[in-house]
T-cell receptor
Framework: DTAVSQTPKYLVTQMGNDKSIKCEQN?????MYWYKQDSKKFLKIMFS???????INETVPNRFSPKSPDKAHLNLHINSLELGDSAVYFC??????????????FGQGTRLTVV | QKEVEQNSGPLSVPEGAIASLNCTYS??????FFWYRQYSGKSPELIMS????GDKEDGRFTAQLNKASQYVSLLIRDSQPSDSATYLC??????????????FGKGTHLIIQP
């Protein structure tokens, strides 16, 4: 059983299109995340979503929007795609215990290429 | 000052030797620290977690934490060619204006030479 799964694994699309990436976790975690890994391999958080509370990294353009239908899913919608959006996007999940977070587990990544 | 700093490498270590990876962090309030391994084209895979000062051992891996010095390290004993990967140091970040999640260093590229 895959703990954190995301689809698709690869996504090639034209500039200006709107696309979505889906993420599901079966770990029973209460917090999910989206990370972006750029061409220099730097992993940076985009969003965290916990118990209907969304925290957005201030550098993320508002063309990106996460949608959570339930605790096990956090999908990423991207509008008006730009060339600079090309990257690998990782979904992750973790469990909060008091004031601390346990380990985060990552999905296999979605390589987005905008042409 | 960058929040989590690592030497990008590459760090080249002979097979069978000890590989030593280092990381410093800027937020003194950080409570949870992690090492992830990432092979090229794959997702980050958790190797070790450490929450209190001192050493934590798991098989060939030992994580060391010194909160006073804001320093985390990972030792890999009896290094194998399969250990060749990028090792990411990560710290939980809690901030009012930003996303509550892991802050990563840029990673150290480790090469184990047969």
């Amino acid at each position: 059983d895959t703990a954190v799964s995301q689809t698709p694994k690869y996504l090639v699309t034209q500039m200006g299109n709107d696309k979505s990436i889906k993420c599901e976790q079966n770990l029973g975690h209460d917090t999910m995340y989206w990370y972006k890994q750029d061409s220099k391999k730097f992993l940076k958080i985009m969003f965290s979503y916990n118990n209907k509370e969304l925290i957005i990294n201030e550098t993320v353009p508002n063309r990106f929007s996460p949608k959570s239908p339930d605790k096990a899913h956090l999908n990423l919608h991207i509008n008006s795609l730009e060339l600079g959006d090309s990257a690998v996007y990782f979904c992750a999940s973790s469990q909060k215990q008091g004031t601390m977070n346990t380990e985060a587990f990552f999905g296999q990544g979605t390589r987005l290429t905008v042409v | 000052q960058k929040e989590v700093e690592q030497n990008s490498g590459p760090l080249s270590v002979p097979e069978g030797a000890i590989a030593s990876l280092n990381c410093t962090y800027s937020d003194r309030g950080s409570q949870s620290f992690f090492w992830y391994r990432q092979y090229s084209g794959k997702s980050p895979e958790l190797i070790m977690s450490i929450y209190s000062n001192g050493d934590k051992e798991d098989g060939r891996f030992t994580a060391q934490l010194n909160k006073a010095s804001q320093y985390v390290s990972l030792l890999i004993r009896d290094s194998q060619p399969s250990d060749s990967a990028t090792y990411l140091c990560a710290v939980w970040k809690y901030s009012g204006g930003g996303a509550d999640g892991l802050t990563f260093g840029k990673g150290t590229h480790l090469i184990i030479q047969p």
